[in-house]
């Protein structure tokens, strides 16, 4: 079959289906317009490749739930929601590291600060481990992907109050699983 003659709506029905080639087709059609838009959105070649790829990525993956219309309106848009929130996890990584730089100065590179750290980290994996496998979804993908409700009601074809209610879960669970790092609340000011 030869997939360059055929109009995106037919390659993206044929994709639902787990057409390889169909994809390939897309992907080969609209990469280079999405890898400029987004180079030229945030300035750097690396972070363009990056959120292009996840785009394709995400794309493929959701191939067989993804309402799609226009296939190039849909890519557009899906980029500039990939580079707002990759601008939004950016911005709170500087202002997590300048609050740390401006408060913990003192304790920046002592073995009890990193014990802390460290202690911390693993009580965090701890707590997530301890959530059902849908809360554990939803709260990685809320509070370490800075995805709204809406995109991952989406992402995991599931409503929106139940993406609430499985945040609103996870946050009382990780606060009980944490109490004892409260004291630490700069840290955990950021994850909950």
């Given amino acids: 079959m030869n997939y360059s003659l055929l109009p995106d709506e037919a390659l993206v029905g044929l994709m639902k289906h787990e057409d390889k080639g169909a994809f390939r087709v897309l992907y080969e059609r609209y990469w280079k317009e999405i890898l400029l838009v987004a180079y030229r959105k945030t300035g750097t070649k690396e972070i363009a490749e990056e959120l292009t790829q996840n785009l394709f990525l995400n794309l493929w993956e959701r191939r067989a739930t993804v309402e799609i219309q226009h296939v190039r309106a849909w890519l557009f848009t899906a980029i500039k929601f990939s580079i707002i929130n990759h601008y939004k996890s950016q911005i709170v990584h500087e202002k997590f590291v300048s609050y740390v730089q401006h408060t913990a100065t003192d304790?920046?590179?002592?073995?009890?600060?990193?014990?802390?750290?460290?202690?911390?980290?693993?009580?965090?994996?701890?707590?997530?481990?301890?959530?059902?496998?849908?809360?554990?979804?939803?709260?990685?993908?809320?509070?370490?992907?800075?995805?709204?409700?809406?995109?991952?009601?989406?992402?995991?074809?599931?409503?929106?109050?139940?993406?609430?209610y499985h945040i609103t879960q996870s946050l009382k669970r990780m606060r009980v699983h944490l109490k004892d790092y409260l004291i630490y609340g700069f840290l955990l000011i950021y994850l909950l």
Avoid: W
């Avoid at 014990?115 to 509070?143: C, M, N, W, Y």
């Fill in 107 to 164: 304790y920046a590179h002592t073995t009890e600060q990193t014990t802390i750290h460290h202690d911390l980290s693993q009580a965090i994996d701890k707590g997530i481990a301890l959530l059902p496998e849908k809360t554990q979804q939803v709260f990685r993908l809320s509070r370490f992907e800075n995805r709204s409700i809406k995109e991952i009601a989406r992402d995991l074809n599931i409503s929106e109050k139940a993406v609430e």
